[in-house]
């Protein structure tokens, strides 16, 4: 694959104790040493516009202001400092770049993944939250439509947790499609089926609200039932992934139970609806929180480009993912004329 990652990324310091931490970035990079076809392009930030376009800009000021003096808590587990500012910028240019790499063409062992931090998904319109500050696969999507190189992107976001940020963002846009499987009642609490667009956006948010403990046959089940589905009637030109890796089974801030193969698994599948939708196909770094899953788990999405085939044991979907997978179906999804 091609990754974007700058070092600048590594300077937005949430202090020791912290999980999202620059260690995860090198963790990453130490795993994907050595193996075949891994190449690092150091994009540039965003320009400011680009995230004035999904942010306030009361917002975008004032989180600027508090880097330049310091930083600190944003709230309670959201934490910046004085580089934080730049490193956002940062990491959204490599989400950016990104959906542009794989506009341009670059997909198969090309395929671009955006190792920025901070992570993106739970930050709002006005708000930084979640150990987010700008939601960078959201700049992304809405860069290559306002630059006219899409005029339909789809968001399919793997981390545990909801993306309530890219959510809010394009809930009321006919444009984006945001799709999101997480855990139920994980921080932070929404993501609930019924939530599925209003306005323009009506059916183009779609929530998988799993149990705790499932498993990727689950996962599997909704990409294959509900997303390849939703994603052919609404053909969008890019697919960005928002891919966290906390649903790992041995991440240790959530239940579900993703095994590495598993998220072979996964990149298999979002790779064929592309391939079935005729869309360029992008990563874009959310959570994951274990050193050692989230690496091994980056270099499983690596190895998949590069031709391994994974396989699992854990084909098996549960009674209640089961129904959690048919009430989404009744939303309708697959009825979207593109
Ligand atoms: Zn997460």
Redesign the pocket.
């Known amino acids: 694959m091609k990754f974007g990652y700058r070092e600048r990324c590594l300077e937005h310091d949430t202090g020791p104790r912290h999980p999202e931490s620059p260690d995860r970035l090198r963790a990453i990079k130490r795993a994907m040493a050595g193996r075949h076809s891994v190449e690092y392009v150091a994009a540039d930030p965003v320009e400011i516009e680009r995230v004035l376009a999904v942010h306030d800009a009361e917002y975008v000021d004032a989180f600027e202001i508090f880097c330049r003096r310091g930083g600190g808590n944003w709230d309670a587990d959201t934490v910046a400092s004085e580089e934080s500012f730049d490193a956002a910028l940062a990491s959204a240019g490599l989400a950016e770049w990104a959906a542009l790499a794989a506009l341009e063409g670059h997909e198969g062992r090309e395929t671009p993944f955006a190792l920025g931090r901070p992570p993106g998904h739970h930050a709002v319109r006005d708000e930084g939250m979640g150990f987010c500050f700008f939601n960078n696969a959201a700049v992304a999507a809405q860069s290559v439509i306002d630059r006219g190189l899409a005029d339909r992107v789809a968001i399919f976001d793997w981390?545990?947790?909801h993306g309530n940020g890219t959510q809010d963002i394009f809930y009321e846009q006919g444009d984006v499609f945001y799709a999101s499987i997480h855990e139920e009642g994980l921080y932070p609490a929404t993501g609930h089926v019924e939530e599925t667009g209003t306005g323009d956006g009506e059916g183009t948010t779609m929530n998988v609200p799993f149990p705790p403990g499932t498993t990727e046959g689950a996962f599997l089940a909704a990409l294959s039932e509900l997303l390849g589905p939703a994603l052919a009637a609404f053909d969008p030109d890019l697919l960005l992934i928002s891919a966290?890796f906390?649903a790992h089974e041995h991440d240790p801030i959530s239940r579900m139970r993703i095994s590495t193969e598993g998220y072979g698994l996964l990149t298999h599948g979002v790779r064929e609806i592309a391939d079935d939708t005729d869309a360029a196909l992008a990563f874009v770094l959310?959570?994951g929180y274990g050193l050692d899953t989230l690496s091994s788990s980056v270099g499983m999405v690596h190895e998949v480009f590069d031709g391994y085939r994974p396989v699992t044991d854990h084909e098996e979907v549960s009674v209640d993912a089961r129904e959690i997978i048919d009430t989404v179906r009744q939303q309708g999804f697959d009825g979207l004329s593109g």
């Open positions: 981390d545990v947790h966290g906390d959310e959570g």
